[in-house]
Every structure is written in structure tokens, then in C-alpha cells.
Nanobody
């Protein structure tokens, strides 16, 4: 049973913007910490941002000020708005969920994962 479904990746020029979405059930969004991770070719998967229902948020330093994570109660989605994209942002981006509402930034803390969506930023 697929519980997290990402959408919105694509190809964009440096300086451009993209919005990623992660569809999930209301049960997951309200009881789980939600996060975005990314994995570039030849690199380990890394933390991008996390949000708890109610708005507490943490960003990785590399995306702070450029990316915005949010949840939409009406649409039952979590989103990642990415502005001023750089070539080093190129990666497969994954939506993830971790039961319990503590803030979590480690990959091993997340039990549910989406299939990933490719983001490519050209220079």
C-alpha cells in the first residue's frame, strides 16, 4: 500500500523555482513528523527539511532561506517550495514520514518513504 506519493519534480535552470508535493493521509500528516530528503548521484541521502503538523520546522543549512516546507490541511499534502535553485540541488527528492511528533533529521528515524522525484538544475 503506497502511503506517500511525490510529484512536481523536473528540469529547471539555475535561479529558477520548483514546487514538490507529497500526498498522504490525514492520519499520517497529523500524527507523523514529515520530512524531505534528497540523494544526489554518488552521494548519500541527506536531510532537507522537516515539519510537524502545527508548524514547527527545521531546514538543512544548505537550503535555509531558499526552500519552504509546508502542509495543506485541505489537500492533505506536504509541499516543498524551492526557490533560487542551484546545480548542487540536483537530486532525487524523497518525502518521508516518522511516527511521533518530535523533530527528526536522521534518515533512520523515518519508516515511510515515497518513491522519489527527480529534480535537475542546469547551470
Amino acid at each position: 500500500q503506497v502511503q506517500l506519493v511525490e510529484s512536481g519534480g523536473g528540469l529547471v535552470q539555475a535561479g529558477g523555482s520548483l514546487r514538490l508535493s507529497c500526498a498522504a493521509s490525514r492520519r499520517i500528516l497529523t500524527n507523523y513528523a514529515m520530512g524531505w530528503f534528497r540523494q544526489a548521484p554518488g552521494k548519500e541521502r541527506e536531510f532537507v527539511a522537516t515539519i510537524i503538523w502545527g508548524g514547527t520546522i527545521i531546514y538543512a543549512d544548505s537550503v535555509k532561506g531558499r526552500f519552504t516546507i509546508s502542509t495543506d490541511k485541505a489537500e492533505n499534502t506536504m509541499s516543498l517550495r524551492m526557490n533560487n535553485l542551484k546545480p548542487e540541488d540536483t537530486a532525487v527528492y524523497y518525502c518521508a514520514a516518522s511516527y511521533g511528533l518530535g523533530l527528526k533529521t536522521k534518515q533512520y528515524e523515518y519508516a515511510l518513504w515515497g518513491q522519489g522525484t527527480q529534480v535537475t538544475v542546469s547551470s
